[in-house]
């Protein structure tokens, strides 16, 4: 099992950067897939971006590309989100979770979650 703990969200103007990151306590975590996903107030959960397990392979979501990367720390047992040119519709509550695949973009196929950061863009 895998606990993870995001931080480092909070309220930032349209164009402005956050990163957030996600800490595992276990050493296994460098066993995992990692993905990023959000949800806005009122809609579905939507994938963000996601990591493998070495970091060697991202892949972001339409919406974000260009705009935030993801990258990762195993020595730290670390996920982080690097947010720039952050907009509106970026708003949301931002989950890490950890999978065994990877790659994986359906929020069905990963295991454990953290309890979300949230994320405040003010136009």
């Known amino acids: 099992q895998v606990q993870l703990v995001e931080s480092g969200g909070g309220l930032v103007q349209a164009g402005g950067s956050l990163r957030l990151s996600c800490t595992a306590a276990?050493?296994?975590?460098?066993?995992?897939?990692m993905g990023w996903f959000r949800q806005a107030p009122g809609k579905e959960r939507e994938f963000v971006a996601a990591?493998?397990?070495?970091?060697?392979?991202?892949l972001y979501a339409d919406s974000v590309e260009g705009r935030f990367t993801m990258s990762r720390d195993n020595a730290k047992n670390t996920l982080y989100l690097q947010m720039n040119s952050l907009k509106p519709e970026d708003t949301a509550a931002y989950y890490c979770a950890a999978s065994f695949h990877n790659g994986a973009t359906q929020g069905t196929l990963y295991r454990y979650w953290g309890r979300g950061t949230q994320v405040t863009v003010s136009s």
């Open positions: 990591i493998s397990a070495t970091g060697g392979i991202t």
């Open positions: 276990e050493r296994a975590f460098s066993v995992y897939h």
